[in-house]
């Protein structure tokens, strides 16, 4: 299924969190990228501009990936486990992220990527699944790890979410160094 089918599909579903939010945040980037980057859920900017990672978490993801030598929109496809913002930037509930799920994995199935990149516990948990204990994203992040995305075996690399480094700037070059093994394993 084409991306496009995939957010028409998404804009047509009575999904949890969308009379809430004032738009619909679906991606963005090369639907051939080898790098796809999955966040938690939009945040105010986001659902005011209506694309993921836009605020100041977008800046630092956008430094890293340069710092790194990945190109955000060549080498990175950008989206969000949940399509809506949760009311006042809560993190989203289970049935919340098994309802979006299906999308967002059907947006991994059409790009195709040759890794993932989970930010954050929540994004790194959904991809460990149910039958894999998630330890923390501080334990966990920087090692790759299998899942199965309709058939297909795709590599997923957890590390810290961009808003971590804010609050904490010590984690700065961990983001970094884990962006750059991406690079390295593509």
Same mark, same amino acid.
């Given at each position: 299924?084409?991306? &496009?089918?995939? *957010?028409?599909?998404?804009? =047509? #579903?009575?999904? /949890?969190?969308?009379? $809430?939010?004032?738009?619909? !945040?679906?991606?963005?980037?090369?639907?051939?990228?080898?790098?796809?980057?999955?966040?938690?859920?939009?945040?105010?900017?986001?659902?005011?501009?209506?694309?993921?990672?836009?605020?100041?978490?977008?800046?630092?993801?956008?430094?890293?990936?340069?710092?790194?030598?990945?190109?955000?929109?060549?080498?990175?496809?950008?989206?969000?486990?949940?399509?809506?913002?949760?009311?006042?930037? &809560?993190?989203? *509930?289970?049935?919340?992220? =098994? #309802?979006?799920? /299906?999308?967002?994995? $059907?947006?991994?199935?059409? !790009?195709?990527?040759?890794?993932?990149?989970?930010?954050?516990?929540?994004?790194?948990?959904?991809?460990?699944?149910?039958?894999?204990?998630?330890?923390?994203?501080?334990?966990?992040?920087?090692?790759?790890?299998?899942?199965?995305?309709?058939?297909?075996?795709?590599?997923?690399?957890?590390?810290?979410?961009?808003?971590?480094?804010?609050?904490?700037?010590?984690?700065?070059?961990?983001?970094?160094?884990?962006?750059?093994?991406?690079?390295?394993?593509?």
């Amino acid at each position: 299924m084409a991306l &496009r089918e995939i *957010r028409d599909e998404i804009l =047509q #579903a009575d999904l /949890p969190l969308s009379e $809430e939010a004032s738009n619909m !945040v679906f991606g963005r980037g090369n639907h051939d990228a080898p790098v796809f980057i999955v966040g938690e859920a939009p945040g105010e900017d986001e659902d005011r501009e209506g694309e993921p990672f836009v605020g100041r978490s977008g800046d630092v993801l956008s430094d890293g990936l340069s710092q790194a030598g990945l190109e955000e929109g060549e080498d990175t496809y950008i989206a969000n486990m949940v399509k809506y913002r949760p009311p006042n930037n &809560r993190d989203p *509930r289970v049935d919340e992220i =098994q #309802a979006h799920a /299906p999308f967002l994995l $059907e947006q991994i199935h059409a !790009v195709h990527p040759a890794i993932i990149v989970s930010l954050g516990n929540t994004a790194s948990e959904f991809f460990k699944g149910d039958d894999e204990v998630f330890s923390g994203i501080t334990q966990e992040r920087g090692e790759t790890f299998s899942v199965d995305v309709h058939g297909v075996e795709h590599r997923v690399l957890p590390t810290f979410h961009p808003a971590a480094t804010l609050y904490d700037a010590s984690l700065k070059d961990t983001f970094i160094d884990d962006l750059n093994r991406v690079r390295e394993l593509i």
